[in-house]
């Protein structure tokens, strides 16, 4: 198990034999099997050292036996026939360095590369799960009724006008203290004191008439008002007026009117469901297989040639993160879960806020995170705008617009976007008074993306490892994985690629400051910095020295995102080149050709290189950005509700397989492994 699992390192014995014993040995060799000798020592050179043991020794945690079949007589409890199952919440999520100066998952794309509608792409694979889906079937099942939000024995609520603001909430001035609230008054009911604890609700008039107001706050407070509070976007007094006259012409003197949970009188309000794939549509048909007339399931699809979104399914088109697809045959629903490729984020990065809130109220039930705006990790909530236009505090509720499918993550700018389509506002970062869950947001206790930027912070030790401990920004700051708190007892840290030398407590660089009662532990600010690599088509060895940021075919981008270079061969060459606009810069795509081996084909690559940068001047230190496979900094999620945990477990353990497979390949494609592996 992980450090962060269990408080102890992990054992270092299968690392250290799967090198020795299996793979590498303990010496470099030469291609006729001779030794390799280190110049400096006249002594062979050794394939590994103690740091690569400690740092591959993560790499195989969070495996554990299978439950014992009860077919098999033997008086072991253990399971020695099935695989074992990877558990993602005791795997060792930090960077880990390989036997090459480089970094286990260098090579592979980036996930905030993904080209749209990858769940389309040549490659993608589904696996059918049945007729619940791995998210449960609560989720499954999952709606909002209709529902008269007026208490039981009420009786008619019959406006007789016109609304009057409650004076003590300072209608015209209100504060965070006294919300505005207005009075309607009523024909005369039975005194009813419960209120409407709903984020937003919808009054419908006998005369055809819609109205939305926040809440409602009393539906019957002394028997003759209804006390209703208006969205607190509204903050200046002619604001507040202009509310009550349109209050008032909706529902004129004498206007019967119900109070209920949907825009849509007696109909369901539309909440985010499961993405159900369109029966017209090449997604339904290719895991459909339709055979007389029924679906025929495969257990695995792994679709053959890209395809297209059915014609007008905005769903397909639009979602960046995808897990469950449903199907409907026949009435009934059948799943398929979508396994997005192998790919990685970087460890550090300008951040942006993502938060839950689990209650109207308490600070206690609130949790603040830094997460990476180009990856789509977060929810979507949007807010009403203020008079300034700057972002809002009041959440939009029961169909939030910026949520497509259930639980849909997306990337800050697409939830940006979907609230500015809606004439709305990315919320701030504190939304008050309502709780994000599946009626603001995309599902219940959902990190999602708010409006106020962050960045981590790392600390140093002697040995040049580091640990990433904070966020700049969050205020509070709330971190709700222990992995990265500040604690000098925190040993989640990882070795790094330092261009040079690490930073020393002896002489700490601007912006870090030696760690109070620890043993020379650097806490410092960072700088995230990307430069291309070329500026022009390199040269192989030029390429196979400095590229290892991978890259998705180019070909599985919309047609025209990329064109290949000029002068450059891209049907048959040795380095093929694509460009975004005909320039050679960060955003290039640089594929190398492989021997067959290696499969053929090209590997491709992006031209950047992303540096995380420390202190100025003579004094600044540096290091690659490692790339991650599993969750880390910023994907943490609420760990008590299936709801939530369903699909980030789902993918996170995928992200573990794909790491293994990383280790497992750097080791199989080592110079001194044998070419036949028994």
Known sequence: QAFAAEGTFPDQNFAREIMQLFTIGLYELHPDGSRVVDPLTGQPKPTYGVRDIVTLSRAWTGFWGNDKRGNIERRSTSNYVDPMEVRPDDRDAFPKTDLHGGYIGDGYPLCQDLPARHHLAEGALYTYVGNVSFEGAEVDAYAVPYESLVPAGTGALKSTGPVECVSWTKCGTPTSDHAPRWKVPLEAIAEVKAGADTAEVYLHGDNGGVLRVAKVVN????????????????????????????????????????????????????????????????????????????????????????????????????????????????????????????????????????????????????????????????????????????SGRVAVSYRPPQC????????????????????????????????????????????????????????????????????????????????????????????????????????????????????????????????????????????????????????????GSYACAAGVDCSAGDVIVHTKGGSVDAATIIGLKQPSWRGGGYKYFTNKVETVVIGSGASTFRFRNPPVFMPLVGESVYPWDDAVTAAPKFAATHAAAHETDAVLDHLFYHPNTAPFVT
């Open 219 to 390: 539906f019957a407070y002394g028997g003759d008002e209804l006390h209703i509070a208006p969205f607190f976007e509204i903050t200046a007094a002619v604001d507040f007026d202009q509310w009550a006259s349109d209050f008032d012409k909706t529902f004129p003197a004498g206007t019967s009117f119900d109070v209920a949970n949907s825009a849509v009188k007696n109909q369901p309000p539309d909440v985010p469901t499961q993405y159900t794939a369109a029966p017209a549509g090449a997604l339904y048909d290719a895991l459909c297989r339709k055979q007389g007339g029924a679906c025929q399931f495969a257990p695995v699809v792994r679709l053959p040639s890209s395809l297209n979104c059915a014609a007008g399914d905005t769903v397909c088109e639009e979602m960046e993160d995808v897990t469950t697809v449903k199907i409907v045959d026949g009435g009934v629903a059948h799943y398929y879960t979508y396994t997005k490729p192998p790919c990685t984020k970087f460890a550090l990065y300008d951040g942006k806020v993502t938060s839950w809130k689990s209650s109207k109220w308490h600070a206690i039930d609130k949790r603040f995170q830094c997460s990476d705006p180009r990856v789509p990790v977060a929810g979507g909530v949007c807010c009403h705008a203020t008079v300034s236009g700057a």
């Open 404 to 559: 497509h499918v259930f639980g849909e993550k997306m990337r800050y700018d697409t939830a940006a976007a979907r609230c500015g389509a809606q004439g709305l506002v990315m919320c701030a970062d504190v939304v008050a008074p309502d709780p994000i869950d599946r009626t603001t947001a995309c599902n219940n206790k959902q990190f999602s993306w708010v409006d106020k930027a962050c960045r981590h912070e790392v600390r140093i030790d002697g040995a040049g490892m580091v640990f990433v401990y904070a966020q700049e920004g969050l205020v509070p700051v709330d971190q709700p994985d222990e992995r990265f708190n500040n604690a000098s007892t925190n040993m989640n840290s990882f070795y790094v690629v330092w261009e040079g030398e690490h930073p020393d407590a002896a002489s700490p660089p601007d912006g870090c400051a030696v760690e109070a009662g620890s043993d020379g532990v650097l806490q410092c600010s960072v700088r995230i910095v990307t430069d291309a690599l070329f500026s022009s088509p390199p040269s192989r060895a030029d390429a196979e020295a400095k590229l290892r940021i991978g890259a998705f075919d180019p070909s599985l981008y919309p047609p």
